[in-house]
């Protein structure tokens, strides 16, 4: 069976500082997929990206930076001065071939960003 | 583009009253569909996937049923609401292989509130 932990369930922080949020995740399958998505107060899902198990190679998008760690199982994300904007629920999610390509879900981390 | 179309935005139901969500594909054929819940505060659940018309595979035992009577269409439905019904309903799809696209994308979901 898959699982993702966001052991994070709230962090609060203050504008223009940087934050991490935790995802470990666990799988028997070889080959498999992360994802994040936002989810702002409005309630769509937003993503934002996409990891396969076979490519370790971290990943820098503006701000945002992700940390992929096969030997610890985790797919951190970082958010580099935080802005008000980023205020919004982030979901971690894991999907593979042999798992009926459904995607599972962390239970979020709730991001506030203060001014 | 693809495009995925949900409705309605937001929903209040008595109890014992039945549901019918809708949702809706554009621009791919032979969609994976799923629909997911939110409750109030928590993580997101797969209720119901499917990979083809008249092809449903449910998550989780409840009160609720799914329907693909087209391609590009999954309707979630219940004969009489209860209170635990409650909750945030959102629709995704994503490719097959699921994992060609970059991911899954979400409608824009459907608050219920059963009073």
């Known amino acids: 069976a898959q699982k993702v932990t966001q052991a994070q369930t709230e962090i609060s922080v203050v504008e223009k500082e940087d934050v991490t949020l935790d995802c470990v995740y666990e799988?028997?399958?070889?080959?498999?997929?992360l994802f994040w998505y936002k989810q702002p107060p409005s309630g769509e899902l937003v993503f934002l990206i996409r990891r396969n198990s076979f490519d370790e190679q971290n990943e820098i998008s503006g701000r945002y930076s992700w940390n992929f760690q096969k030997s610890t199982s985790s797919f951190n994300f970082t958010i580099t001065a935080s802005q008000v904007v980023d205020s919004a629920v982030y979901f971690c999610?894991?999907?593979?071939?042999?798992?009926?390509?459904?995607?599972?879900f962390g239970g979020g981390t709730r991001l506030m960003v203060k001014p | 583009s693809q495009t995925i179309h949900q409705w309605p935005a937001t929903l209040v139901q008595p109890v014992g009253s039945p549901l019918s969500l809708e949702c809706t594909v554009e621009?791919?054929?032979?969609?994976?569909l799923y629909w997911y819940r939110q409750a109030a505060g928590r993580g997101l659940q797969l209720l119901f996937y499917?990979?083809?018309?008249?092809?449903i595979s449910s998550e989780v035992p409840q009160n609720l049923s799914a329907s693909r009577p087209q391609d590009r269409q999954f309707i979630l439905s219940s004969k009489k609401l209860l209170l635990s019904d409650s909750g945030f309903y959102l629709c995704?799809?994503?490719?097959?292989?699921?994992?060609?696209?970059?991911?899954?994308?979400f409608g824009s979901g459907t608050r219920l509130t059963v009073v």
């Open positions: 621009g791919t054929s032979n969609p994976n």
């Open positions: 995704a799809w994503s490719g097959f292989p699921p994992l060609a696209n970059y991911g899954y994308t």
């Open positions: 499917s990979v083809g018309i008249g092809q």
């Open positions: 799988t028997r399958d070889t080959t498999y997929y």
């Open positions: 999610a894991l999907s593979s071939n042999n798992a009926g390509n459904m995607l599972t």
